[in-house]
């Protein structure tokens, strides 16, 4: 059975990470006139401002019937912020344009230019987890969570501060090369309810090179769809949500289509995706905070 994905934020998201500046206004627009209704950002991405604008002109434009609650928006806190979560969130609303966030999350677990071992990591995070739910209580953002953050990391906040964990979204990288982690934090803290958001899914260009896996040709051929949308419906399969991200109209379409594909896969699909990497030998593409104490 397809295990059920959260009913509160849309199973694909537009991600921005790297479309920088006006380079996201057009596929935001398409992205938008092709159903997308999560938009995923960032302080650190730069291109909060042209997103708050683009909306903007989307809302005025009738034949849009589009408003702000029809829209997810994610932004997250900046490690260069860690100090200031309440000034960097403001900062933030205002840019985009809104008067609340569907969710705000914390980037990473340390902040810029100290190693990772510094103790300064620990205390700010808590104090940044502290801002967020007192910025969820007063009504400016609705959900709450992490970006990048180990089960360990996730864990001070069970035990260590009195807002616990409930509900809060996590945003991860997760790909065949590197999943485990992914559902380590999802059984591990299974009574909490947490929703997990995968990003990096295409592991940063691994799929597409020479040494991408037969299986997934193999899969791909059978259900007549792409090799990207058969790694798109296994993230979704899992019951977690993603992000994808393209300035290609076609990819676009074809990536917010893969919600539709989940149900092609059989577990034995997904069985022979997860087997691409074994455990101890994942090969992680992002940012690593595992070094971070």
Not at 20 to 42: M, N, S
Not at 160 to 178: A, K, N, S
Not at 200 to 217: D, F, R, V
Not at 257 to 284: F, N, Q, Y
């Amino acid at each position: 059975m397809v295990p059920k994905v959260s009913e509160r934020i849309p199973s694909v998201g537009l991600g921005t990470f790297r479309l920088k500046g006006e380079v996201v206004q057009q596929p935001l627009r398409d992205a938008i006139r092709l159903g997308y209704r999560h938009i995923d950002t960032a302080a650190i991405y730069r291109n909060e401002k042209e997103i708050g604008s683009i909306l903007q002109e989307l809302y005025r434009d009738e034949s849009n019937q589009l408003s702000r609650s029809d829209l997810w928006i994610t932004s997250k806190l900046s490690p260069y912020d860690m100090e200031n979560p309440r000034a960097s969130l403001l900062q933030s609303l205002s840019a985009l344009q809104t008067d609340y966030l569907d969710l705000y999350l914390i980037h990473w677990p340390a902040v810029v230019r100290k190693v990772p071992t510094n103790p300064m990591h620990k205390i700010l995070r808590l104090e940044a987890w502290r801002a967020l739910n007192e910025a969820k209580r007063e009504g400016i953002v609705r959900n709450i969570g992490v970006s990048n953050f180990t089960p360990n990391h996730i864990q001070e906040f069970l035990h260590e501060t009195d807002y616990g964990i409930q509900g809060i979204f996590v945003q991860m990288e997760i790909h065949p090369w590197y999943w485990r982690d992914a559902f380590e934090i999802q059984t591990k803290f299974s009574k909490h309810s947490l929703v997990l958001t995968g990003y990096a899914l295409l592991a940063e260009g691994k799929l597409s090179n020479s040494s991408c896996p037969e299986i997934l040709e193999t899969i791909r051929e059978r259900l007549g769809i792409t090799r990207v949308q058969v790694i798109l419906a296994w993230v979704l399969y899992k019951g977690w949500t993603i992000l994808v991200k393209s300035e290609d109209v076609t990819h676009l379409e074809q990536n917010l289509a893969a919600d539709k594909m989940v149900r092609l896969l059989t577990p034995e699909d997904c069985a022979a995706i997860d087997a691409i990497s074994s455990e101890g030998e994942e090969e992680k593409r992002c940012w690593d905070p595992r070094a971070v104490v």
